[in-house]
């Protein structure tokens, strides 16, 4: 197999760096921060760096007036998410003068090159920076931040390898998110991720396999398999495992779990695997498949390599072999050349398909990718609107779709305790994903029970536990 695992000397040098910084902290009460933006791939990463810090004795906070090491995660996907991290990290060196800690940023946003070289200059309180290639490396670049007291920069530009064995710290019991692939060969025009996350490499099957055996022998219910685009998952292996056969070897796991996975790209979406899935009684009935624009003009210059007709199909294909299958996507409004007449073309796909979750988002420039260069004349306040009536739209449909659920039954994960929904104290999942709220007793968690849907609102839907599963 072809496996771009780093070599366990490696890993084993990194335990060496987070012991030696455990001796150095030994003794004191010191406390660590991570802050994480932007995808599930990142929260995943920021657990990999809880983990490490707890090994090197940081116990965990939220607060960053008392910690010690600030370690700020951030997203490069949208200007806002940028300016957003380049704001509080900002705003962090009133900390750094009250407890002297240690801050450092990572993640993709300073992978670029001028995004770290623009810290390096104008945010001196920064001590350390390190890119997305550089974080199996983070015990040695926190060590050598502590012990030589100098600034550390380290944004290694790479194709990028995996690194397995690194402690991981996850902050719930219940639900886990695992890394199946990293990186992405798509290059979708618009997009920054295939320049910051290196090529496509999958993780070994049997590793994951037993990843999740350990979840769930631990208590794990909810199991989401993440990358940039699952459905090519061992195409770089050359061992036969594809993204369906990997879902059967989880799924014939012993245990009451559910599976969950994102993302799915369209071009790569295949009958065979909405067959895998209706096969597949723990994989959840549920799909984030990201449209990006009901044009098919605009989806060529977004080089997404599939067409609105396409994409149709996929969904009744998988509505047909699972019927009830919650489908969610992703929608890019505005991007460069979009007409009214391809707007209107998205309007209708959105109105058609009916999802139940979908997360619009405003084009955003990327310099370095192709749409940065592309005739762009749309004025922001019609991006705007026009994202406005999308978002109108789907209100409509959700609130549609919620009535004809009024007076079904559904399984439900119960995920748990909430405080803004009155008397209804528990928030649960459907497969589907969906959130529903119940009232019942807070040991619930962690349960799988049947509930009947009574009522709806525009913020979810409301149940009545009638079997405890
Ligand atoms: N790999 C995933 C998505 C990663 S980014 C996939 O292909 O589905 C998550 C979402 O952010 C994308 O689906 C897209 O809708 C949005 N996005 C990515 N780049 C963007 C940009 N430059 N401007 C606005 N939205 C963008
Ligand atoms: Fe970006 Fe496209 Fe890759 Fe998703 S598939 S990460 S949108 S380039």
Known sequence: MNIKELPEEFICRQQEYIQAVAEFNREKTLYAFVDTYGCQQNEADSEIIRGILQEMGYMQTDDENIADVIVINSCAVREHAEQRVLGNVGQLVHSKR???????????????????????KSYRHVDMV?????????????????????????????DGVIAEGLPVLRKDKTKAWISIMYGCNNFCTYCIVPYVRGRERSRDPEKIVAEVTKLVSEGCHDITLLGQNVNSYGNDLDCGVDFSSLLEMINAIPGDFRIRFMTSHPKDATPRLFDTMAKCEKVARHIH?????????????????????????????AREKMPGISVTSDVIVGFPGETEEDFEKTMELVEDICFDGLFVFIYSKRSGTPAAEMEDVTPRSEKVKRFQRLFDLHDENTAKMSKTLLGTEAEVLVEGVCTDQGEYNLIARTDGNRPIYLKGSPDLVGTFLKAKIENSSKWGMFGKISDRG
């Open 98 to 120: 009250k407890t002297n800690c240690i801050i450092a940023v990572c993640g993709c946003m300073v992978q670029q090159p001028a995004m770290a070289e623009k810290i390096k």
């Open 130 to 158: 390190f890119g997305v290639h550089a974080l199996p490396r983070f015990p040695e670049l926190l060590y050598r931040a502590l012990t030589e007291k100098k600034r550390i920069f380290d944004i290694e530009q790479s």
């Open 289 to 317: 498949l990201p449209f990006q624009s009901g044009s098919d003009r605009i989806l060529s210059l977004m080089n997404r390599r599939y067409d609105s007709k396409k994409y149709r199909e996929l969904v009744a294909y």
